[in-house]
Structures are given as C-alpha cells and as structure tokens.
C-alpha cells in the first residue's frame, strides 16, 4: 500500500472518530416513549428566542408534545386524504383573496416549496382528525349526571316560571312476534305472517285472536298483542320505522327486527307529554359539551398522563 493512502486512509478514520466523539457529547434532554431528545433540537426550537433556561424548558415541552401528537397520529392509522388537501390549499387562496398562481408567488416569497405547504396541511388534517378521536374517547357521562342534571334544570324552569312543555306522538301498537327456529326459518316464518294477516283481513280471525294463538311476544300476547302506548323511539329502528309508515288501524306486511319476525297494528294515536325526555335531551348536550370544551383544552395533557417521560440531568 502506498505511502499516500495509508495517510488518506488515516485521515478518515480521525475524522470518523471526531464526528462520533462529537455526536456522544451532545446531551440528552429527554426521553419520551423511549424516543430521546436532544439538546440540539431544543436549540432549533428555540428559534429567535433568547438561549435563557425557561426559553429552553419551555422549548423541551413543546417538542415533547409534538413528540407525543406525532405518536398518536402514527398508533391511530389517520390516513392522508390528498385530494382533500388540494381543496384547502384553494381554499387558503379564495381566504385570502389570491389566485392559485399568487399564492405560489407568496409561498415561493417565503421559501415555501408547495410539496411543503401540502405537507403541512396534511399535519394538520391529520392531527384534527387525532386530536377530535382523543376527545370522542375521553367523553364519559354517566346516565345518573344526566338525570340529575336534567332535575336541576326542569326545576330552575319551574321555579322561574319558564318551563318548557315538549310534547309527542303516542303510538298504541298490537303486533304479532315470531321467531325463527331450527325448523322455521326466515321464509317460511314471513309466509306464516303473510297467512294470518290474509286470514285477519278475511275475517277468518281477528287480530287479537291471532297473536294470542301465535305471538311469541308472550307478555303482550295475553293483551292481543297490544304494546300500549309508547314513544316510538323506545323501539327497535326497524320495527319504528313500520310503525311511523303505517296508517291507523292498517296492518303491516312482515318485516324483520333484531327480535325476529312481525307484524303490527297502529290501534290510536295521542299527544304525549315529552317535557323530562326533553330536559334529558338538554342536559345531556350540556354535559357533553362542557366535556368537550375541556378536553379539547388538554387533550395533549391526556397524552402524556399516558406517556413515560424522563428528564435527563435533573432539567
């Protein structure tokens, strides 16, 4: 081997050796999640400002936060939706009054590529859609804050004299309920159904008689199948969406609920009182909203109660 390259050789290694020395002697501010920090990055972050120890605790904070959002964004599996992305940037230049092509010009002023522009739309849509999850998670009310709540509320109204009167319609349905079996299944219980509604309207046998022999719905079945008068929305989404189309009097052809297959009878209507559902209502969007508002304050508190976070030489 030459003299020449046994002393470029040399060199590279010094230099090597010198530039790890130099990465090992930078300091660790913290480490989040076991992801450090370096002193370096809070130097960055620091930006403009001047190098004083709050500028420097307040700057680790920042970039622990944004540590900790930018764990979330990748746990939540938040994906990018470009062709939203290009909406917002047109509708940053209709926000401003500019054209697509100034906004470019004002971006390029700034030093801004458009890839990065987008990209940080993107950041942003993105931590939105983590940060409205986080705070869909943390909202917790227990049905006993809401009726206590709801009391708090109608008695205030009633004390001053506002109370607010809701009322609804009433719905007094019969039905016939039957369920599928090992022997009996969906077809050949809807054709059940179809023949006793076709004997109920012949005459062959009222409506009454018929669930009593047949329903399985056995409470309401010793009644004729009567329900008595209810809300609609106390019942299954299907069986409420037959009952809100079917006239007075009129009987349903079969359909299917989660409890099986039937048939109803909308025997009268009433005006109902609704005024506690409607002060339920009420204090519930209270109660939600107050949750909201605060944990859209401290959402990113929320993250790091979870977080292991350990601060290096005592900062």
């Not at 037959?242 to 009129?250: D, H, N, R, W």
Request: proline share 1%; net charge neutral.
């Amino acid at each position: 081997m030459k003299l020449t390259s046994i002393k470029s050789l040399m060199i590279a290694m010094i230099a090597t050796l010198g530039t790890v020395q130099s990465a090992s002697a930078e300091s660790v501010m913290a480490v989040v999640n076991g992801n450090m920090i370096m002193e370096s990055q809070v130097l960055k972050a620091l930006g403009k400002k001047a190098n004083t120890e709050e500028n420097r605790k307040a700057a680790l904070e920042t970039i622990i936060d944004d540590t900790l959002v930018q764990e979330a964004i990748k746990k939540s599996g938040v994906k990018v939706d470009w062709k939203r992305v290009d909406q917002a940037v047109e509708e940053v230049a209709a926000r401003n009054g500019l054209t697509y092509g100034q906004l470019l010009d004002a971006l390029d002023y700034q030093r801004i590529s458009l890839s990065q522009f987008k990209n940080q739309i993107a950041q942003q849509m993105m931590m939105e859609a983590v940060r409205h999850d986080a705070i869909g998670q943390s909202i917790q009310v227990a049905p006993e804050q809401v009726q206590a709540q709801a009391r708090d509320m109608l008695e205030k109204d009633k004390a001053a004299g506002k109370l607010q009167k809701t009322t609804g319609q009433e719905y007094r349905i019969s039905h016939i309920l039957i369920k599928t079996t090992p022997i009996l299944d969906d077809v050949q219980a809807k054709a059940k159904l179809t023949q006793l509604v076709a004997d109920i309207n012949a005459g062959k046998i009222s409506f009454e008689d018929a669930a009593k022999a047949n329903s399985v719905d056995y409470a309401s079945a010793a009644d004729g199948g009567d329900l008595g008068f209810n809300f609609l929305d106390i019942y299954d989404p299907n069986f409420a969406q037959v009952a809100a189309k079917t006239s007075k009097s009129q009987i349903s052809a079969p359909f299917k609920s989660q409890f099986g297959w039937h048939v109803l009878k909308v025997t009268d209507l009433r005006e109902g009182d609704r005024t506690e559902d409607a002060y339920a209502q009420k204090a519930y969007e209270q109660l939600v909203n107050q949750q909201a508002q605060e944990a859209s304050k401290d959402w990113v508190k929320a993250l790091r109660k979870t977080a292991e976070i350990q601060y290096v030489n005592g900062k």
